[in-house]
């Protein structure tokens, strides 16, 4: 693909994006997307079969870019403790947009029975960012800024905290101050006292 076939198609996943965030997975339609893209639907469907192609390109587009990130980071010895800080606070100024979660459009989709269960995105998404958090955790261990802990059991907390305020932001008003109890308690747990 050419650099403007390129640009058009990162194009239309962000304004997709915006779409699944307001309306979830199951409302937006490839109408929706060419009056965002400004795109005729021949336009749109040079590019994307479906709401569907589109939607799982931005799935797998988050948790791919964010283990290139870390990986990038370890391998040019950046200390772990600032990955964690970049990364942590990400993470908490998501969970206060509810207005960009697609967390919803994430259940919608994956919880149609038409879906295969083999072919699960959100479980290889969930499979990068865990291999992710490991690595991170572990390279820390190993550069002494972090205790010994249960690399797996640390970022299951994380995400389930996580992914749990951007579902209930969803559905109620949050307290602001809950994503940063969350993330200064993750590092509570790995950072050494200094």
């Known amino acids: 693909m050419s650099l403007k076939g390129d640009k058009t198609r990162q194009s239309i996943r962000e304004k997709a994006y915006c779409l699944f965030a307001g309306k979830g997975f199951k409302e937006v339609t490839m109408k929706d997307i060419c009056e965002v893209t400004g795109l005729s639907r021949g336009g749109l469907y040079r590019h994307y079969e479906s709401t569907e192609q589109i939607f799982l390109e931005i799935v797998n587009d988050f948790s791919d870019r964010q283990k290139k990130e870390v990986v990038t980071k370890i391998e040019q010895h950046i200390p772990a403790a600032d990955i964690l800080e970049e990364l942590l606070a990400k993470y ?75 579902m209930y932001s969803r559905l109620m008003e949050l307290e602001r101050g809950i994503p940063s109890q969350i993330t200064g308690e993750i590092k509570r747990l790995l950072r050494k006292e200094t």
């Open 92 to 166: 908490a100024a998501e969970m206060l947009d509810c207005e960009k979660s697609i967390s919803l459009a994430i259940y919608e989709y994956y919880s149609n029975p038409a879906i295969s269960k083999e072919n699960n995105s959100v479980k290889r998404q969930y499979e990068i960012s865990k291999e992710t958090w490991v690595e991170l955790i572990n390279y820390g261990i190993s550069t002494g800024e972090f205790r010994r802990v249960d690399s797996e059991a640390v970022f299951h907390v994380l995400v389930f905290a996580y992914q749990g305020v951007r």
